[in-house]
């Protein structure tokens, strides 16, 4: 079935780097632009990056613009999300999601927790 | 940015009740706006997409309505498993944002 799975997330100490993956399975990824998310505990839903179906163009939210890199292997059906000079305000639930249809999210992964913490 | 107001914030109601969810975009989004359900410790799930259509799957007691800066989610006859938080969230520019959400309680 259509499902993605994320990984990656940790603990990790501020300013210091770590990436996360989706891997994406029941579909062909090349298809589709690629999202990703987050929820800090207890808090709403924000929206963090995006890449379209061939990874030319990429747009970031500012909270995370110059720090954080969205990529992706189609060939490998995964999706990327490279998190450098990470604050503790990056502490967060972290989603991928699917763009479809007509710019919705419409498939989400469980998420993956990231920890910024001394 | 484009910021993405909802309200109320947090309601009280009962099954059977009819729900209404109200959210205003900062500027005008023409028709990208799409609604979301979470519960506790599961992903967002797609509700409506464009204003007014209903993801597949979705029960028809959910219905979206709305154009410019001002739409609704209405639930037309709440359920045991409508109690959640809901989201609205702008696909109008490059960067998408989302509402603060509304949590529907018993």
């Known amino acids: 079935q259509v499902q993605l799975v994320e990984s990656g997330g940790g603990v990790v100490q501020p300013g210091r780097s770590l990436r996360l993956a989706c891997a994406a399975s029941?579909?062909?990824?090349?298809?589709?632009?690629m999202h990703w998310a987050r929820q800090a505990p207890g808090k709403g839903l924000e929206w963090v990056a995006v890449?379209?179906?061939?990874?030319?163009?990429?747009y970031y939210s500012d909270s995370v613009k110059g720090r954080f890199t969205i990529s992706r292997d189609n060939s490998e059906n995964t999706l990327s999300l490279l998190m450098n000079s990470l604050r503790a305000e990056d502490t967060a639930v972290y989603f991928c999601?699917?763009?479809?249809?007509?710019?919705?999210?419409?498939?989400w992964g469980q998420g993956t927790t990231v920890t910024v913490s001394s | 940015d484009i910021q993405m107001t909802q309200s109320p914030s947090s309601l009280s109601a009962s099954v059977g009740d009819r729900v209404m969810i109200t959210c205003r975009a900062s500027?005008?989004?023409?028709?990208?706006l799409n609604w979301y359900q979470q519960k506790p410790g599961n992903p967002p799930k797609l509700l409506i997409y464009?204003?007014?259509s209903l993801q597949s799957g979705v029960p028809s007691r959910f219905s979206g309505n709305g154009s410019g800066t001002d739409f609704t989610l209405t639930i037309s006859s709440l359920q045991p498993e409508d109690f959640a938080t809901y989201y609205c969230?702008?696909?109008?520019?490059?960067?998408?944002?989302f509402g603060q959400g509304t949590k529907v309680e018993v």
């Open positions: 999601a699917r763009d479809w249809p007509r710019s919705s999210m419409d498939v």
């Open positions: 029941g579909f062909n990824l090349r298809s589709y632009a």
């Open positions: 890449i379209w179906s061939d990874g030319n163009k990429k």
């Open positions: 500027q005008t989004i023409s028709r990208y």
């Open positions: 464009t204003v007014s």
């Open positions: 969230q702008q696909s109008y520019s490059s960067l998408w944002t």
